[in-house]
């Protein structure tokens, strides 16, 4: 199956900085989410992005499928932003003319921002 | 929309015990998944479904089953429950369509086996 890998596995930010988390994928994907999960252990979504640039607020997100990667980018960090950072690569499987699609996660970036 | 509902949100079970985590979604989505999360870990698949009736293992099924009768509703159960299933369990759910594919999840439920 597909390998997501995820780097750095921890950061540690003063607030204010800027940030890169990566996320590289083994094969093609059709899909790519990233996550962030809170202290309380809820994950939320931040991006679907199977391709190109997205931006929300202090957060953006650019995927290259080609080259089988993607960023996330978060600037002027605020200790709000701490927590885990999750990407995931959904790749379809064709079985028998009905295609799947499973989510695989990478283990994760911890991000820990302080005031 | 409530979107994905689990329930319920903390258990604890003793060794040997069964029990079944409930999951259900309000957004008509053809696929569901069930994943667990040990410490520390990213998330693991334990079994997937692409539409009511169908269901296939993930990477971890071992100890656990599932049924799909609705397309809302994909309960997970534990039979004979063991330590090693100590873990915080996610449900998800997406559309089938190749053009929109966004997987949304619960809640979580923690799960403590003793």
């Known amino acids: 199956g597909i390998q997501v890998e995820q780097s750095p596995p921890d950061l540690i930010l003063q607030e204010g900085a800027n940030s890169t988390l990566r996320c590289n994928f083994s094969d093609s994907v059709n899909n790519l989410q990233w996550f962030h999960q809170n202290p309380w252990g809820q994950l939320i979504n931040l991006f679907y992005i199977p391709s190109g640039t997205k931006q929300n607020g202090r957060l953006s997100a650019t995927t290259v499928a080609t080259e089988r990667y993607s960023l996330l980018y978060i600037s002027s960090s605020q200790t709000t932003d701490s927590g885990v950072y999750f990407c995931?690569?959904?790749?379809?499987?064709?079985?028998?003319?009905?295609?799947?699609?499973?989510?695989?996660f990478g283990q994760g970036t911890i991000l820990t921002v302080h005031p | 929309n409530a979107g994905v509902t689990q329930t319920p949100k903390f258990r604890i079970l003793k060794i040997g015990q069964s029990m079944t985590l409930q999951c259900t979604q309000d957004m008509n989505h053809n696929y569901m998944y069930w994943y667990r999360q040990d410490p520390g870990m990213g998330l693991k698949l334990i079994y997937y479904s692409v539409g009511a009736g169908i269901t296939d293992k993930g990477e971890v099924p071992n100890g656990y089953n599932v049924s799909r009768s609705t397309t809302e509703d994909f309960p997970l159960r534990l039979e004979l429950a063991a330590p090693s299933q100590t873990s915080v369990y996610f449900c998800a759910s997406s559309f089938k369509d190749r053009m929109n594919t966004e997987a949304f999840f619960g809640q979580g439920t923690r799960l403590t086996v003793v």
């Open positions: 995931a690569a959904r790749l379809y499987v064709n079985a028998g003319g009905t295609s799947y699609g499973k989510l695989t």
